[in-house]
């Protein structure tokens, strides 16, 4: 049997998906998931550039985890010269961070999932039936792109965010407009999550796979400052990286694998909750009570529920250190030293994101890059796997069944910038 | 009603952010899908085949034989084709990787992929409009839209970042603040959004018609102490260098 499909949809960037299996015994002999072509190379266009610079050439890797690439970027040169920044700057870094989060979430929810759950194939096919809830997408999505807007002076690629604190600062009345209209939208997210989880209880369930792994803050649900961890309990310091995950290159697939010694793990919305949902605020509590939600589960489709519950949760944070925020003008830290080796483990929107610099007379020298696609990929190709081997659908419903698994991890190919082709052969 | 015209949206070498930053053009967004039909856009699953389209956007840069090929194709198809944001126009950030040898090499060991010098689309195909920005300014979208649709001139701003920036900044420079800051030779038409939130300008929007550069490195010698090699670095990005360099040994195979 052959069946080919030219391109995903859905997804940010590009792939390739190539499955072999036997018609009758089902199984599956090849399931290879490439991410190539376009390389843009961001390892060495970083290479050679000075050190303040790193932030605005990092932040362009990726159109909608920007602010991840920005602020984790900045983190990892600020690690590698000594830089400590005051709690101000830290607080409008996570707010940035969050309303990164915020507008990722909800667009994968009501622009790239609902489609799916509802069984359309565009949103462009739902807006004579679902007008209002292409609305509230919207609308919603919106409120992520204020709070970026605000501090960052924009929504994609920010401009205010420098290595060692901002280059202006938002007034205050615009904070102060910023908690009311966050306020306002507390209500549409909790009707999010309601929807989102009654869709996803409709549909069949989906095993993951058991280990998982995110960023972990002994207080609070961690995105930007923590050790590593994982569901089965291993533990390490960003800076130990290496150390833990291996990169294993694959005969088939121009991809690199990523696994926790020698282990498929996940990482993003699903893993974070599995790991640490005991750490959310009382209010997340709450509503995750009135629907029934828990974690931790296997079931790969709670990814959109956990989605929906870090929006309210991430919205919830934003209105604390909002009303926190007492704006003073601060210098920017100078650094302490010209050269070094620094790393930073933050949690992007679809997971775990390490930067590493070695920074020489203040320029950089070596860069390397792990985004939590990538760290994903092996998780996927073992779901697919998987998900053949236990189903009867054939043709263009196993196609149509397999993408819908792949783009529930939200993958983002752009991230390593690429066009998804899907082969079946 | 007036029949929409046939839209389709390509991407090649880029971060996909111009796609993004449409559908964050809120209710000029919803006033876009009234009056175009989106058969292709891909991020939100639409694929329709067609054999022609009245407007084609493409964002990205070109680095591959096959995306050539495929650019190629697109033209013969579309009626106007606009380049959509930075890597379309002039290269982007992309573009720096032609000033670093053997960037295959040290990525990925060697060049499995055929990549070659990044280029902007007008280096192999006739290209309409340029929506210049990274990402691009909504406001010249719209206009390049207008012209389309209601046969109106979209005239771009040949003028530099300066012209709009000293509107907002009152006179407040960043360079005679001592940043170094590509304003001067950048085309204007983002209303020096970053120049007005005190961050100097990268210069995205490529190299202004106007500008006087010989005026600009000279005073990069003199005021910032630069060297040739650092002001090389400077101008790698969006295409400065690529220009100067075409300028300076004439009709040079690019």
């Known amino acids: 049997m052959e069946i080919k499909i030219d391109e995903l949809s859905k997804v940010e960037g590009h792939a390739k998906l190539t499955v072999k299996f036997d018609e009758k015994t089902r199984k599956v002999s090849v399931c290879s998931l490439e991410v190539f072509e376009s390389p843009r190379y961001f390892e060495v266009l970083i290479k050679g550039k000075d050190y303040d610079q790193v932030p605005y050439y990092a932040g362009r890797i990726c159109g909608i985890c920007n602010v991840a690439h920005l602020i984790g970027s900045t983190l990892a040169v600020e690690n590698a010269l000594g830089i400590e920044v005051s709690e101000q700057t830290k607080m409008l870094r996570e707010l940035m961070v969050l309303g990164g989060v915020i507008h990722s979430h909800l667009l994968h929810m009501y622009m790239l999932a609902l489609p799916d759950l509802l069984g359309y194939e565009s949103i462009l096919d739902m807006t004579s039936k679902y007008s209002d809830l292409i609305k509230r997408g919207l609308e919603l999505k919106e409120i992520g792109n204020d709070i970026v807007r605000v501090i960052g002076g924009r929504p994609i690629h920010p401009i205010t965010s420098l290595v060692g604190g901002f280059t202006k600062l938002p007034k205050q009345e615009e904070l102060n407009e910023l908690i009311k209209r966050i306020e306002r939208k507390m209500p549409l997210v909790v009707e999010t999550i309601k929807m989102m989880k009654e869709l996803v209880d409709k549909s069949s369930s989906m095993d993951v796979g058991e280990e998982y792994m995110s960023l972990n803050h002994k207080k609070h649900y961690a995105m930007l400052y923590g050790e590593l961890v994982s569901f089965s309990g291993k533990r390490f310091h960003p800076k130990d990286y290496k150390k833990y995950l291996t990169e294993e290159i694959i005969d088939y697939s121009t991809s690199k694998h990523v696994k926790l010694n020698g282990k498929t793990f996940m990482v993003g919305p699903l893993a974070r909750m599995n790991i640490h949902s005991d750490k959310v605020s009382y209010e997340t509590k709450m509503v995750m009570k009135e629907f029934g939600i828990s974690f931790p589960t296997n079931n790969l489709l709670y990814a959109h529920v956990a989605r929906a519950v870090e929006v309210f949760e991430f919205m919830q944070r934003c209105l604390d250190i909002l009303s926190e925020l007492n704006l003073k003008n601060e210098k920017v830290v100078k650094p302490k030293r010209k050269s070094g080796y620094g790393v930073s483990a933050t949690e992007a929107p679809r997971g775990v994101l390490y930067h590493a610099y070695r920074i020489e007379n203040g320029v950089v020298k070596d860069v390397d890059i792990i985004p939590p696609t990538t760290q994903n990929t092996a998780c996927m190709e073992d779901v697919t796997k998987r998900y053949i081997e236990n189903t009867n659908n054939k043709g263009k419903k196993l196609v149509h069944e397999i993408e819908k698994l792949i783009r529930t991890f939200d993958p983002c190919f752009s991230c390593s910038a690429h066009f998804l082709e899907v082969d079946f052969l | 009603m007036v029949k929409k015209l046939k839209a389709a949206i390509f991407t090649f070498t880029s971060c996909f952010g111009c796609s993004f930053e449409l559908l964050n053009m809120k209710n000029e967004l919803l006033k876009l899908f009234d009056k175009l039909e989106f058969l292709r856009f891909n991020l939100i699953g639409r694929n329709k085949y067609?054999?022609?389209?009245?407007?084609?956007?493409?964002?990205?840069?070109?680095?591959?034989?096959?995306?050539?090929?495929?650019?190629?194709?697109?033209?013969?198809?579309?009626?106007?084709?606009?380049?959509?944001?930075?890597?379309?126009?002039?290269?982007?950030?992309?573009?720096?990787?032609?000033?670093?040898?053997?960037?295959?090499?040290?990525?990925?060991?060697?060049?499995?992929?055929?990549?070659?010098?990044?280029?902007?689309?007008?280096?192999?195909?006739?290209?309409?409009?340029?929506?210049?920005?990274?990402?691009?300014?909504?406001?010249?979208?719209?206009?390049?839209?207008?012209?389309?649709?209601?046969?109106?001139?979209?005239?771009?701003?040949?003028?530099?970042?300066?012209?709009?920036?000293?509107?907002?900044?009152?006179?407040?420079?960043?360079?005679?603040?001592?940043?170094?800051?590509?304003?001067?030779?950048?085309?204007?038409?983002?209303?020096?959004?970053?120049?007005?939130?005190?961050?100097?300008?990268?210069?995205?929007?490529?190299?202004?018609?106007?500008?006087?550069?010989?005026?600009?490195?000279?005073?990069?010698?003199?005021?910032?102490?630069?060297?040739?090699?650092?002001?090389?670095?400077?101008?790698?990005?969006?295409?400065?260098?690529?220009?100067?360099?075409?300028?300076?040994?004439?009709?040079?195979?690019?």
């Open chain 2, 50 to 254: 067609s054999k022609s389209y009245d407007i084609a956007f493409i964002e990205g840069s070109i680095s591959t034989k096959k995306e050539q090929k495929k650019l190629e194709e697109i033209r013969e198809k579309a009626k106007f084709v606009i380049a959509l944001g930075s890597c379309a126009c002039n290269g982007g950030v992309n573009i720096v990787k032609n000033y670093r040898k053997n960037a295959e090499k040290e990525v990925y060991e060697e060049n499995i992929f055929e990549s070659r010098n990044v280029k902007p689309l007008d280096e192999f195909i006739r290209v309409d409009y340029f929506v210049n920005g990274c990402p691009f300014s909504h406001q010249e979208l719209l206009e390049v839209i207008d012209a389309i649709i209601n046969n109106k001139i979209f005239q771009p701003k040949t003028s530099s970042v300066c012209s709009e920036c000293k509107l907002k900044l009152k006179g407040e420079c960043l360079l005679t603040k001592g940043k170094i800051c590509l304003g001067p030779i950048t085309r204007a038409g983002c209303n020096a959004i970053c120049t007005s939130n005190k961050m100097p300008c990268y210069g995205c929007r490529g190299l202004a018609p106007d500008a006087n550069i010989n005026a600009y490195i000279k005073m990069l010698k003199l005021r910032f102490k630069l060297t040739d090699e650092e002001i090389k670095k400077l101008l790698e990005p969006y295409g400065f260098l690529e220009r100067l360099e075409v300028k300076n040994n004439g009709n040079k195979d690019r």
